[in-house]
T-cell receptor
Framework: AQSVTQPDIHITVSEGASLELRCNYS??????LFWYVQSPGQGLQLLLK??????LVQGIKGFEAEFKRSQSSFNLRKPSVHWSDAAEYFCAVGPPDSWGKLQFGAGTQVVVTP | SAVISQKPSRDICQRGTSLTIQCQVDSQVTMMFWYRQQPGQSLTLIATANQGSEATYESGFVIDKFPISRPNLTFSTLTVSNMSPEDSSIYLC?????????????FGPGTRLTVL
């Protein structure tokens, strides 16, 4: 069965520290991979996506993610978090042949402390 | 890019009633979808809204409960029928294939529904 796992429900990080959010997936073939952010009162915003090619993907707001096929992972990283990065982060996968039909992970709530 | 608006932004409804949510996009798009986000949970795809034909529903969702219309390339509606408290969720419209853009997927701001 297809699944997306975000092992960390909640992460607290100090402002200026690095952040890594984990995402593992189970899929028949290599899916399209996405990270979205949902801030309080805001809609979903795409941070970055991976379709093919270079396994290190750069996104907006200083985020990057690395696709590791051998580990079925697509972890999100940011070297230095800002208070405005406090939000919920969702990893999502989608079938290469069917745009838009995403399966989302449970989400990771990120809290940034001063 | 695509700018998506949803109406209403939120509503409180009584058990047994129905609510229709509208999704309007500022440009023609190839595909439109409806997602649900239950309280404290992730997003789940309800259905693909097909222009001029019946929507395609995901497992666990049926047309009688969630009728969907898509009369043109910029507009869709989702109706939540015979509501129960378990239908309390945020309902999000999503689109792919905006004019002049890539196949990037955009999400609307959501409609927050509370059923009493």
């Amino acid at each position: 069965a297809q699944s997306v796992t975000q092992p960390d429900i909640h992460i607290t990080v100090s402002e200026g520290a690095s952040l890594e959010l984990r995402c593992n997936y189970s899929y028949g073939a290599t899916p399209y991979l996405f990270w979205y952010v949902q801030s309080p009162g805001q809609g979903l915003q795409l941070l970055l996506k991976y379709f093919s090619g270079d396994t290190l993907v750069q996104g907006i707001k200083g985020f990057e993610a690395e696709f590791k096929r051998s580990q079925s992972s697509f972890n999100l990283r940011k070297p230095s978090v800002h208070w405005s990065d406090a939000a919920e982060y969702f990893c999502a996968v989608g079938p290469p042949d069917s745009w838009g039909k995403l399966q989302f992970g449970a989400g990771t709530q990120v809290v940034v402390t001063p | 890019s695509a700018v998506i608006s949803q109406k209403p932004s939120r509503d409180i409804c009584q058990r047994g009633t129905s609510l229709t949510i509208q999704c309007q996009v500022d440009s023609q798009v190839t595909m439109m979808f409806w997602y649900r986000q239950q309280p404290g949970q992730s997003l789940t795809l309800i259905a693909t809204a097909n222009q001029g034909s019946e929507a395609t529903y995901e497992s666990g969702f049926v047309i009688d409960k969630f009728p969907i219309s898509r009369p043109n390339l910029t507009f869709s509606t989702l109706t939540v029928s015979n509501m129960s408290p378990e239908d309390s969720s945020i309902y999000l419209c999503s689109v792919v294939g905006a004019e002049g853009g890539s196949n990037e997927q955009f999400f609307g701001p959501g409609t927050r529904l509370t059923v009493l």
